[in-house]
């Protein structure tokens, strides 16, 4: 079993959708939360990162972690075809520049 | 935005040539990382290093090499390249102390 599960999708939506993206993980031990953006043929892009439990937000996207759950979300409000690209999740256990584990993607596709 | 930059963006050669991919960063980053990801698939560490004349393989097994003689360069090389060679190719690199990876825009190698 992998560390960090995430659906690959693809997941197609309707241009002004709520979408949900999420990641699942079994290390408890994990603190600290990403996730990247990328489009096809660039490299990864950070997006969001967050500390332990609760929420971030930022523009139309929000960040959530549910430690209790292993289980992190990042929603995405009034979704443009703009944001089609993979979203990855990536983890780890502090801030002394430990190696991430990235989820395997989930590639979201917004249509006009 | 990530001062990080990959050359070639695109090759295509033939099999028996040796490649360098080149990667430079300008942010001072002490940690610095290489990354294979097929397409749709997942990110795979190849290669990092801690800082000059640090270097260490990552998770899955390459037959690829890397060195790290300045800080702000780190090249990886291949010396008899392989059709199963063929894929993305992303370089990285962060602070010593900090989460947040920071990615080129990726070099795409295809072996004929």
């Known amino acids: 079993q992998k560390e960090v599960e995430q659906d690959p999708g693809p997941l197609s939506v309707p241009e002004g959708a709520i979408v949900s993206l999420n990641c699942t993980y079994s290390?408890?031990?994990?603190?600290?939360f990403m996730w990247y953006r990328q489009y096809s043929r660039k490299g990864p892009e950070l997006l969001m990162y967050t500390y332990s439990s609760g929420n971030k937000e930022d523009g139309r996207f929000t960040a959530q972690v549910d430690k209790s759950s292993k289980y992190i979300s990042l929603f995405i409000r009034d979704s443009q075809p703009s944001d089609s690209a993979t979203y990855l999740c990536?983890?780890?256990?502090?801030?002394?520049?430990?190696?991430?584990?990235f989820g395997g993607g989930t590639r979201l596709m917004v249509k006009p | 935005e990530a001062d990080i930059y990959q050359t070639p963006r695109y090759l295509v050669i033939g099999t028996g040539k040796k490649i360098t991919l080149e990667c430079s960063q300008t942010m001072g980053h002490d940690k610095m990382y290489w990354y294979q990801q097929d397409p749709g698939m997942e990110l795979h560490l190849i290669h990092y290093s801690y800082g000059v004349n640090s270097t260490e393989k990552g998770d899955l097994s390459s037959e690829s090499t890397v060195s790290r003689i300045r800080t702000e360069h780190f090249p990886l090389t291949l010396e008899s390249a392989r059709p199963s060679h063929t894929s993305q190719y992303l370089c990285?690199?962060?602070?010593?102390?900090?989460?947040?990876?920071?990615f080129g825009e990726g070099s795409w190698l295809t072996v004929v």
């Open positions: 990536a983890m780890t256990y502090n801030n002394a520049g430990n190696m991430l584990t």
């Open positions: 990285a690199s962060s602070r010593t102390s900090g989460n947040t990876i920071y």
């Open positions: 290390n408890s031990a994990f603190q600290y």
